[in-house]
């Protein structure tokens, strides 16, 4: 296979714009609308200060659960399981407790 024909990206990643996730993106949006809009000017860079912080926790979050699976967490916790199973049967899940 020759290099033309490689994919230069990861298709699983969410879409970004300007390096932030839709809804990172949208926090930052709101955040200069409500600076934008507001009568008082003082509010409004308060308001935008609050989102930007938000908008670093929101990041540092997903950082930390990067790669987690929910369907995976219920069913190795609380033995929830929902359509196929394609996790390790319940046996060995007792051994790694």
């Known amino acids: 296979m020759?290099?033309?024909?490689?994919?230069?990206?990861?298709?699983?990643r969410p879409t970004k714009i300007m390096g932030?996730?839709?809804?990172?993106?949208?926090?930052l949006i709101f955040g200069l609308?409500?600076?934008?809009?507001?009568?008082n000017k003082t509010l409004g860079l308060?308001?935008?200060?609050?989102?930007?912080?938000l908008l670093v926790v929101v990041k540092r979050l997903k950082k930390q659960?990067?790669?987690f699976n929910i369907k995976s967490f219920l069913w190795?916790?609380?033995?929830?399981?929902g359509g196929n199973p394609t996790l390790p049967p319940s046996h060995i899940r007792k051994w790694n407790k």
């Open 46 to 53: 308060c308001l935008i200060g609050i989102c930007v912080v």
């Open 2 to 12: 020759s290099s033309k024909h490689r994919i230069g990206f990861n298709l699983d």
């Open 65 to 67: 659960i990067g790669g």
């Open 33 to 39: 609308a409500c600076f934008m809009f507001s009568p």
């Open 76 to 81: 190795w916790y609380f033995g929830f399981e």
């Open 20 to 27: 932030l996730t839709k809804d990172e993106f949208a926090l």
